[in-house]
């Protein structure tokens, strides 16, 4: 009995799958309900040289601290990578943008170093210069997550992220918290902070929505779902709906239900595709915080002037192509940051740079 059960309850989750993706032209893509109905994998290539080095671009900092591991019981020597945009002023207010990396990655792993730049480094400086975004601080923190202990190491990182890290850097540039990083200035100052990540990033962007949506207004979570046992592919679904109702009421209890905007997106041949559509399905289940938005392209004309054609706070598309690498991610932020820190605050949306 025990195994027919076992069998009937894995049929179940397998159908469960099989209505999440379809397949058209050969690929295997996202269609989860009405929400992804017809999404297909998209190519966004960005403007051509933006992945290459400019002059008078903006330069990398880095900052160093010891913090002690409680969980190891040890001290550890921490860095923090700051892009700071060409012609950075201290006596000016800057947006400010956190991007956890994934696991094995460090503090460069998405911006290079001051003697090596990488591309994503180039593109900002092509973004901001060409009028694409507005300027903007990027962080890059490094987390300390270990497999043998992932739910601790997680959360022990968290903890220092939000009472070492974020004190730390708007203490030292500033932000719109005007270097007073209460919890108070925090949240005044929440519209003009964002939290981005791949990987392990990404379930980390997704925690600090659950977390603190009183301190960030921005999150884009690529290719990962809000939990670890990610590898488990038979149980994911019940963790997807699990995490998007933990998230669910911790949201609607941070005072700024709706206030946010969600950049979602995965690779069309990403191993934690599947669970990153899920994820953003799961979310719009609740439709009163959480509703799906089309890219500008995908909606009709004679839509475009309805008063809800751009209403939507919850993106998300697949990238063509693409598999699970950190080397990709460029395509993913580029795509999205002149959404996220548009030159100007205008009342219709902002096209990409693609």
């Not at 990396?101 to 990488?118: I, L």
Request: negative net charge; hydrophobic residues 35%; contains cysteine.
């Amino acid at each position: 009995m025990k195994a027919r059960f076992k069998i009937i309850i894995t049929l179940v989750l397998i159908i469960g799958m099989v209505q999440c993706y379809h397949s058209e032209s050969g690929s295997i893509l996202p269609s989860a309900g009405v929400y992804f109905q017809g999404l297909i994998a998209k190519s966004h290539m960005m403007k051509e040289g933006y992945t290459e080095a400019m002059d008078g671009g903006g330069r990398l900092e880095v900052l160093t601290y010891n913090h002690h591991l409680t969980r190891l019981g040890k001290d550890v020597e921490k860095h923090i990578t700051v892009y700071l945009p060409a012609g950075y002023d201290p006596a000016v207010q800057y947006n400010i943008l956190y991007m956890h990396h994934g696991t094995g990655g460090d503090h460069t792993t998405y911006t290079g170093t001051a003697d090596e730049p990488k591309a994503f480094t180039y593109s900002l400086d092509h973004m901001i210069a060409n009028g694409d975004m507005e300027p903007t601080i990027v962080v890059c923190p490094e987390n300390s997550f270990t497999y043998d202990a992932p739910e601790d190491s997680l959360n022990d990182y968290l903890d220092e992220f939000y009472g070492t890290v974020i004190p730390l850097v708007e203490q030292t540039y500033l932000t719109y918290a005007n270097k007073d990083t209460s919890p108070e200035s925090l949240e005044n100052s929440r519209t003009h902070r964002a939290a981005g990540g791949f990987s392990l990033g990404g379930l980390i962007t997704w925690r600090n929505l659950n977390d603190h949506n009183d301190w960030f207004s921005q999150y884009m979570p690529i290719s990962c779902p809000a939990y670890l046992d990610e590898y488990n592919e038979i149980s994911y679904p019940y963790e997807s709906r699990t995490w998007a109702r933990v998230i669910e009421e911790n949201v609607r209890d941070s005072g700024y239900a709706y206030d946010y905007q969600i950049y979602a997106a995965s690779g069309e041949y990403d191993y934690l595709r599947t669970q990153t559509c899920q994820q953003v399905q799961d979310l719009l289940e609740y439709s009163d915080l959480f509703q799906f938005q089309k890219e500008a392209e995908d909606i009709p004309l004679s839509e475009t002037l309805s008063d809800d054609a751009f209403t939507g706070n919850v993106h998300f598309f697949v990238e063509k192509d693409l598999w699970h690498s950190s080397a990709d991610t460029v395509l993913y932020f580029g795509y999205y940051l002149p959404m996220m820190f548009p030159p100007d605050v205008i009342s219709i949306p902002v096209v990409p740079v693609f």
